[in-house]
């Protein structure tokens, strides 16, 4: 008999004593509120000890994420914890694997997580597939931009909330892997957390174009989160946070990495910026995926992906054949094949559909098997860009 089990709104409070415990959170009533939110709107599994005592958790927060124009259901994973005692005892392990059934029979084609350890998760099947760009640069760094047209008005929360919704629904970097955020996230994610201060950009015709979420601090501006639709909304927010380099000596800006940075604005390189890895990912059903992939329809001619080493989604293991037909191009799972063959771990499939590694640069360093001139046909079906994610878990 399994010692694991998902657990319900009764386990609620023993789910808060354990995080708290593990993690050093504070029981604030804010914190409070935003976990017994999160609880709700996840699938919370746990280990329990021969007395019935919960021993290690894992909570799995069902996203809707649009990936390059493909909307896949996601689960974020999150206070993944174990009272000390209790650790070495595989657990983690017996959860990680009903977790990831289960997610695959509720239709779950992806899962993203962050790491305290990048070796420990990818035994499970993770990934690294998206990096920050960190800037924590003095304010006299920051670059300054022309003035524009529009204005900047700081709102309440109440008021700036529709328009955070629709103007991130809007921008197109958030297509790139980013959660279709509810309702419930929004206040998780910024009302409940911190005391924020939200700013919108409106053009010349009033309407909205970009927004700025930040917190002012003695001596320091932190952007939580910047979006905008335009340039001219990129320099009306930029120039609204350069005004501040008179009232605090240090800025800091942490934002989802897509290759490109703002070094090219500034008279003087900033000496702070950095790039850093930070959420993994795994594909929790290859085959489902590929099916729900439309850029899969693209592809030219029939190839095969052979997936290795998923210990414990042991599904994906196998050869998938994307045939091209007169009708598009059908995913089957076979024993052998003779087409095309692409071999690669979970690992790799996740980075190369993710868009994070080019087929080349997996070649190169030998972490795929397959005929280099298979690599042009490959490529027609993966993305061209990063993945990007502005939400964690």
Sequence with gaps: MTDVKEMTSEHVEDMLSLVSYAFQWELSENNRKRFSMLAENSWNFGSFDEKGRLASQV???????DLFGDHHLMAGIGFVASYPEY???GRIDRIMTEL????RERGVNLSYLAPFSYPFYRRYGYELTFERAVYDVPASQWPDSPKVSGRVER????????????????????HQGGVEREEWWLSFKFPLRKNYTYAV?????????GYLVYLLEPGKLTIAEWTWLTGEAFRGLNRFVASHNGSV?????????????LQFLTQTPMSGFTVRPEMMARVVDVKRFLKDTKKVQ????????????????????????????DCGVDTVQVEETELPLVKLSIQRFTQLFMGYLSPETLLFHGLIETDESLLKVLKTILPNQKPILEDYF
């Design 59 to 65: 909570m799995a927060t069902p996203f809707k994420i």
């Design 87 to 89: 650790r070495s005892q």
């Design 100 to 103: 990831l059934a289960t997610s």
């Design 155 to 174: 709102l309440s929360w109440t008021e700036a909330k529709p328009v955070i919704q629709e103007l991130f629904t809007a921008a197109k970097r958030h």
């Design 201 to 209: 950009y409106y053009d010349a015709k009033d309407i909205p174009q």
């Design 249 to 261: 000596a240090n800025i800091f800006y942490d934002v989802g990495f897509d290759g490109q940075n």
């Design 298 to 325: 693209e592809l030219p001619e029939s190839i095969a992906l052979m997936v290795t080493g998923d210990s414990y989604a042991a599904w994906n293991n196998g050869i998938f054949e994307l045939r091209k037909g």
